[in-house]
């Protein structure tokens, strides 16, 4: 079992920058681990995503100004949110599950909602014009 939290979110003018928190606690080893978004009235997006071998993976709409890291030490993922949009307000949440990497699912999607087992509650993002 993984449990997530998630923090940072919230209000920043167009142009701004956040940088959101998940920390993970239970089994954390191997997991491939990944942000997602999900605006009211639209589908849930993936963002950004980071493998447990280090890989990085990140949706088109996002490249060049998020950047997602981590922390081993202290369990937490971020995502670096640079140059925000009004397009990013969203609810932002942390996903988790065992990397493909290291004998997760063959049928693992980087960027698909549906790969990932373990969810936080979510922190909102507002971007204002």
């Known amino acids: 079992q993984v449990q997530l939290v998630e923090s940072g979110g919230g209000s920043v003018q167009a142009g701004g920058s956040l940088r959101l928190s998940c920390v993970a606690s239970?089994?954390?080893?191997?997991?491939?681990m990944a942000w997602f978004r999900q605006a009211p009235g639209q589908e849930r997006e993936g963002v950004a995503v980071?493998?447990?071998?280090?890989?990085?993976v990140y949706a088109d709409s996002v490249k060049g100004r998020f950047t997602i890291s981590e922390d081993n030490l202290k369990n937490t993922l971020y995502l670096q949110m640079d140059s925000l949009q009004p397009s990013a307000t969203a609810m932002y949440y942390c996903?988790?599950?065992?990397?493909?990497?290291?004998?997760?699912?063959?049928?693992?999607?980087?960027?698909?909602?549906?790969?990932?087992?373990?969810w936080g509650q979510g922190t909102q993002v507002t971007v204002s014009s």
């Open positions: 980071l493998d447990a071998d280090g890989s990085t």
């Open positions: 996903a988790a599950d065992t990397s493909p990497t290291y004998g997760g699912s063959w049928s693992f999607v980087f960027l698909s909602g549906e790969s990932y087992t373990y």
């Open positions: 239970g089994d954390t080893s191997k997991l491939c």
